[in-house]
Every structure is written in structure tokens, then in C-alpha cells.
């Protein structure tokens, strides 16, 4: 070994020599002239600089500048906005205008000059191109065709309706704006087409997003919004299409052959593509046997769809969006395409679109009292326009007014998509930069206004459904992360309540961090989530609810439930953020605190079943803990121990003693190895483990189960009859 490492460091030693040596000699060859410059530059740092400034000029390092000032300032105003309970799209939208000209542009033109440089920009919008061409692909497999056949007339009409009346009011709308704002080689059909289309735009993705997150996913009226969307845009694609082609071939006349050639692509799509993708679907379902070349097959199909659109005169993205409705309707094999595009999709290459598109947008521009008031006009004939039409039309099908209203307003969601349908119209000549800065202005309000219009709905047509359980029903509530955590959390309260288990509501919230899923994606992982706790359920004859939320403000939402669920008592999982030890940090802090009852911390370590349990009291006001042991000495064998660090107190001792609990106290420390392998619960008030946390420096990780106990001001049922046995 020695014989080794001694040859090793000889080779060292002689290339480094050589080297050395190599060096001296060749700079000594260099032309002092040469030298002097190189001398006189360095000595200034100005040949660093320029070196420096230079490379990221260049094409490859432009545009990783670019790509990373884009994610980081997306992601930083979508979660700003997703603060105030909007869409991350609307951030994103946002970031893309303050980037562009309207305000970086403005306030440090050098900045975005060096940043946005002129020859960069073409690479920019090629990239933002192919991004939406996958984002397209993906909006196609969302859409349901089978909600198409189960949904009843009513959606039909009201998408119809939401449809035809906005298009109508964008044509009208036209006939004003023609003469003013139209450029010179565009023809008024021309022009009031695409007014209209518009206007009749809702962004499905996002209204889908906005139905998990208000909880209306299986409620009647989000099943409504859903399908009357999915409807509408298929629909709205379709006239774009058509009014593309006739905007390309310069008349309704010769757009014909387009309109045709157009017909028999989706005819080819639905007819020979489909059975054939449907038999990939069935054979290629799993990840394992995704092998490469049916990724390549699909990657293959959704470029050349695109690349035919194209050719025939319908764009591009029609193509992509055809590609991913002919997809199989396996749910796994979505699921796999969707995880393999989605986040370099939504996540690098969407941003560029945004920033794309807030390049085009100049708000400067509507720099007079006249030109805002035409943008205020735009956005009330489109609000009204699409809320109008949907409102009607869902009162004339017999919905509720609660119903109606809320439809009027998911439906004036224009968000991505609109932005989309005005970039498309920018760069075929018939948007002008005036009118598609007003657009993208409508298009952010209307977007904006989604969320606060469902809760003045909310507000003054409540609707609320009652619970058909009496309020003498003891309430559980048990919020989890990982749906093994939340079989857990199950078992361990089916012991702590045994006795009156029969007569108890549970409810299990699951919420999902991302805010970004798609309603198959959403489905299916509100199925997984819930099919541990289920099954103990079952197992125990309990009553059990389920709750699935997709959202990032996971903290807030356990709040707002558990206030409208108005549990006897919260029981969660123990969570540690990423730099923390602490199994009480991240959200649990705040929660612990302003939950409207009991909290119930469980740290779990290999739980199965309760025979031994060690109670830690202090006599400093957490006598409430010996109200959850008293409910587990229901049953013979349990073994109960008590540590209690105040032995000298006698009051404190006779509460010990009159627990009515057969304890037995633990002398000494209670960080004996050999002690905790036997016990399986440990349970503690809130503030004696931080004690214990702060002055002994416990070993969690050695540490059996653990239920940390935060006694809240409100009167928990549940523990007040345990107390009365």
C-alpha cells in the first residue's frame, strides 16, 4: 500500500516539474509587446471585464442569463401572488410585463437593453414557441371527451351560450374599434373574427385550478364549471382555427380549402391515430415498460401534428392541442407523458412566453384619458359579454342563482389561454401594438377578478350545506402529509377514543403543496392518498370523511377547515423543516397555536398497537395530559409509567396519585436506552417538550412513539366525558 501511494506522489512530483518548466519556457517566446498590452490591461481589470461581458453576450450564455433571471423572478411573483389568493399564472403574467419595456424597459432602459438585447429575442420567442406547443399537448390530454357523452343538455347550452353571446359583443365592439385601431392591410372581417374570439376565450387550465382550490371539485356546480369549460374550449379552438384560416387566405371564399384540409386532419387524428395510440395506452401503461422509442413515438406525433397544422394554415398549436386530445384515456399513461413534459414546460420554457409576450406589450402606450377609457370598455364588454351569456343561460336551464353566479364568474377567466389566442393574433398582423396592450390588460383583470367575485358570491348567496350529523357526535379532525402517516394518526386516535369511537365523525384532510395539477392528476392522487386510512376505517367500523385540497398554503387551509369543522380535537403528523431538528417547526408552530381546539402532535417510531405508555408530568398546569391517559386504561395489561419532575410538590403528587391510573413513577432520567425500547407512546404536553427539548437535549431519534399535546381554551367533549367515567 505504502509502495503505492509513494510511486503516486513521485508521478506527481515529475508532472508538475514538467509542467513548470514547459511554462517558463513558452511565456519567455511571447513578444514584449504583446506582454506590455496584456501587462497594461490586466493591471486596469479591463481585459476581465471585457472577457466577462463578452461571453455573455454570446448566444449560449445570453440566454442561460436570461433563463434564470426568467425562473427565478416568475417563481418569485407567483408565490407573491399566490399570497393573495390568486393564480401563480397571474404572477407569472405579471413578472413577463415588468420585465419587458412597460416597466423595466422604462425605469432602467440599460438594464433591460443589455439583458433583452435586440438579437437575443428571436431565440427567446422560438423557445417560448416550442413551450407552448407542449403546454398545448398537455391541455389536449386534460380535457375529458367522456364528460363530452355523460354531460347532460344543460352543459351544452350553457356553453353555447358562453360562447356565442361574447363572440357576438366582440364583433359589435369591433365595428368601434375598426377605424382607430386595426392596421392598414387588415380587413374589418378580419379584425371582428378575432375581436370575437376574444372575447369568448376561458382558460380551462386555470379554472380547473381555481375549482380544486375553492373545494368544488365534486360539488354539482364545479362538476358544471368543468364540463361547461372543457366544452367551450375545444369549441373556442375550433373558431380560431377557422378564423385563422380565413384571415390567411384573405376571404371566407378561399379559406375553404383550408377549412377542409382542416376537417380531414382531425378526421385522420380521431379515426386512424387514436385506435392506434389507444392500443400504446394499453400495452405501454406502466413506467417500466415506457421504453424510449414510444417516448420518442409521442414526442414524434405532437411535433409533426404541429408541424401539419402549420402547413395547412390553423397554427401550430392547434396541432399539439389535437395531439394530446387523441391520447389514450389510460390514466397512467397520461400521468407518465404529463410528469415527463409538465415541469420543463411550466417551469422553463412557459416563463419565456410571459416574458415573450411582456416584450410586445408597451403600456406607454396608452398614454391618454381616451386610450384607458377604450381599455375600460374592452374589460366591461368582455365581462359582461362572458358573465352575461353564462348567468342567462344557466337560469334558463333551471340552476340555482348561487349556481348561476358562480358559473358567470369561472367562465371569465381568461388567464394563459387568452394571452395565447392575442400573441397568435400579434404575430399574423391583426392586432396593432395599442389594442394588444389593451387586451393583455383585460385579460389580467378579468383573470384577477376570479377569485374575489367567488367570494362576494359566496358572501351573499352563501349556500352552504348543512351537516346531516347531530352535534352531539363527538368530531375528530386529522390532517396528514403521507398517506401512511395518515393510517397512523388513525389508529392511534381509534385507542385514544375506543370507548366512544361508534359515535364519532372523523374527517381526513390531505392537502397537496402543488397548485398545479391537473383534475386527472388531482383524481387520482385524492384516491391514493386516502386508500391507507380507509382501509382502517373499514377495519373499525369508524365514520370517516375525507377532504383533498391542491394548494400551497397548507398552513391556512388546516385552519380554515378545522374552523368549519369545529373538531373536539386536531390530531397531524410531526413535521421538521429541511435545517431544523425541531418535530414541532414549520407550520405545526402556528397551528399548534390558533387551531380553534385541542392539537394532538404524533411523532411516530415503528407504532403498531399500545401496551406500555409513559406519561411526562410536570404539575406546572399540564394535568390535561393525564385526561388522554385516562381515556387508553380502558382496557387490562396496559402498563402505565409517569415521570415527574416535581416529587416534592404534594399537590402535584396527589393529582399523580389520584389519576386514577395505576402509574408507576420513573426514578432518574428518563433517557435510559434500555427503559424506552419497552415503552410504545410517550405522551407530553407542548411546552414540558420544549422544556425537555431545551435543557436535556433529547435524542428524538431515540425516542418511541410520541403524542405532544397542545391544550387549547375551548372545551374538548371528548375529554370532559372521559374525565366524568
Request: contains cysteine.
Amino acid at each position: 500500500m505504502k509502495r503505492n501511494l509513494y510511486f503516486f506522489i513521485l508521478l506527481l512530483i515529475i508532472a508538475f516539474v514538467t509542467a513548470w518548466l514547459s511554462f517558463s519556457n513558452g511565456s519567455a517566446m511571447e513578444s514584449s509587446a504583446m506582454t506590455g498590452v496584456i501587462q497594461q490591461e490586466t493591471a486596469s481589470g479591463g481585459i476581465y471585464l471585457r472577457q466577462f461581458t463578452d461571453k455573455l453576450m454570446e448566444s449560449p450564455g445570453m440566454l442561460i442569463m436570461q433563463l434564470i433571471v426568467i425562473m427565478v423572478f416568475a417563481r418569485i411573483m407567483g408565490y407573491l401572488f399566490q399570497l393573495i389568493s390568486q393564480p401563480i399564472v397571474v404572477g407569472e403574467i405579471i413578472a413577463g410585463l415588468i420585465l419587458g419595456p412597460s416597466v423595466l424597459g422604462a425605469l432602467f432602459p440599460n438594464t433591460f437593453n443589455f439583458l433583452f438585447a435586440e438579437q437575443s429575442i428571436d431565440v427567446l420567442q422560438q423557445f417560448s414557441q416550442l413551450g407552448l406547443i407542449f403546454f398545448m399537448f398537455i391541455i389536449g390530454m386534460e380535457l375529458d371527451l367522456l364528460s363530452f357523452r355523460k354531460s347532460a343538455n344543460k352543459a351544452f347550452v350553457i356553453s353555447a351560450a358562453s360562447i356565442v353571446i361574447p363572440f357576438i359583443s366582440g364583433i359589435l365592439l369591433a365595428y368601434y374599434l375598426y377605424r382607430e385601431f386595426s392596421l392598414g392591410n387588415v380587413n374589418f372581417m378580419s379584425f371582428a373574427l378575432f375581436m370575437g374570439t376574444t372575447m369568448c376565450i376561458t382558460a380551462f387550465p386555470v379554472l380547473a385550478r381555481i375549482v380544486q382550490e375553492r373545494k368544488l371539485t365534486k360539488q354539482p356546480v364545479g362538476i358544471m364549471a368543468i364540463t361547461v369549460a372543457a366544452i367551450g374550449d375545444v369549441v373556442a379552438w375550433c373558431i380560431l382555427a377557422v378564423v385563422i384560416a380565413i384571415v390567411k387566405s384573405g376571404g371566407i371564399s378561399h379559406s375553404f380549402l383550408i377549412i377542409a384540409l382542416s376537417i380531414g386532419y382531425i378526421l385522420f387524428m380521431f379515426h386512424v391515430v387514436k385506435p392506434v395510440m389507444r392500443r400504446v395506452g394499453q400495452v405501454y401503461a406502466s413506467r417500466e415498460a415506457m421504453v424510449k422509442p414510444i417516448v420518442a413515438l409521442v414526442f414524434l406525433l405532437i411535433l409533426v401534428s404541429a408541424l401539419v397544422t402549420e402547413a395547412i394554415g390553423i397554427h401550430a398549436l392547434f396541432g399539439a392541442f389535437m395531439a394530446g386530445v387523441i391520447m389514450p384515456e389510460n390514466i397512467n399513461f397520461k400521468r407518465i407523458f404529463t410528469e415527463k413534459i409538465e415541469d420543463i414546460s411550466l417551469v422553463i420554457l412557459l416563463p419565456l412566453f410571459f416574458v415573450s409576450t411582456g416584450l410586445r406589450t408597451e403600456i406607454g402606450l396608452i398614454n391618454t384619458v381616451h386610450l384607458w377609457m377604450i381599455c375600460i370598455i374592452i374589460t366591461i364588454v368582455a365581462v359582461i359579454g362572458k358573465f352575461g351569456g353564462t348567468l342567462l343561460a344557466a337560469r334558463y336551464v333551471g340552476l340555482s342563482w348561487n349556481h348561476s353566479l358562480t358559473l358567470g364568474v369561472l367562465m371569465n377567466t381568461k388567464g394563459l389561454m387568452e394571452l395565447i389566442i392575442l400573441n397568435i393574433g400579434y404575430e399574423l398582423g391583426i392586432l396593432g401594438p395599442e389594442i394588444f396592450t389593451m387586451l393583455i390588460i383585460m385579460a389580467i383583470i378579468t383573470t384577477i377578478l376570479t377569485g374575489p367575485g367567488l367570494s362576494f358570491v359566496e358572501k351573499i348567496r352563501p349556500g352552504r350545506i348543512k351537516q346531516a350529523a347531530t352535534e352531539d357526535a363527538f368530531k375528530v379532525m386529522l390532517s396528514f402529509a403521507n398517506p401512511k402517516t395518515g393510517a397512523s394518526l388513525l389508529k392511534l386516535t381509534n385507542h385514544l377514543i375506543s370507548k366512544y369511537a361508534l359515535d364519532t365523525r372523523f374527517t381526513a384532510l390531505h392537502i397537496s403543496p402543488r397548485s398545479d395539477l391537473s383534475p386527472d392528476d388531482a383524481r387520482l392522487f385524492e384516491k391514493e392518498s386516502f386508500v391507507p386510512i380507509k382501509s382502517i376505517a373499514r377495519a373499525h367500523n369508524l365514520a370517516l370523511s375525507t377532504i383533498y385540497l391542491n394548494t400551497n398554503d397548507v398552513y391556512g387551509e388546516i385552519l380554515r377547515t378545522s374552523r368549519a369543522e369545529k373538531p373536539d380535537f386536531l390530531i397531524l403528523g410531526s413535521a421538521r423543516t429541511v435545517f431544523s431538528r425541531d418535530i414541532l417547526g414549520g407550520i405545526l408552530k402556528r397551528i399548534i397555536h390558533e387551531a380553534p381546539c385541542d392539537v394532538l402532535v404524533f411523532n411516530e417510531r415503528n407504532f403498531k398497537d399500545i401496551q406500555s405508555v409513559l406519561l411526562v408530568y410536570f404539575g406546572n398546569g399540564d394535568d390535561y395530559v393525564f385526561d388522554y391517559a385516562r381515556m387508553l386504561n380502558h382496557e387490562s395489561g396496559k402498563k402505565f409509567y409517569a415521570y415527574h419532575r416535581v416529587l416534592e410538590n404534594k399537590e402535584s403528587s396527589d393529582v399523580l396519585s389520584n389519576s386514577g391510573i395505576p402509574f408507576e413513577t420513573v426514578p432518574g432520567s428518563i433517557l435510559q436506552p434500555a427503559f424506552l425500547t419497552g415503552i410504545d407512546l410517550v405522551i407530553v404536553s407542548e411546552s414540558n417538550w420544549k422544556a425537555l427539548e431545551d435543557k436535556q437535549n433529547l435524542p428524538v431519534d431515540q425516542f418511541p412513539s410520541l403524542l405532544i399535546i397542545h391544550k387549547s381554551v375551548y372545551e374538548n367533549r371528548i375529554l370532559k366525558s372521559a374525565s366524568l367515567q
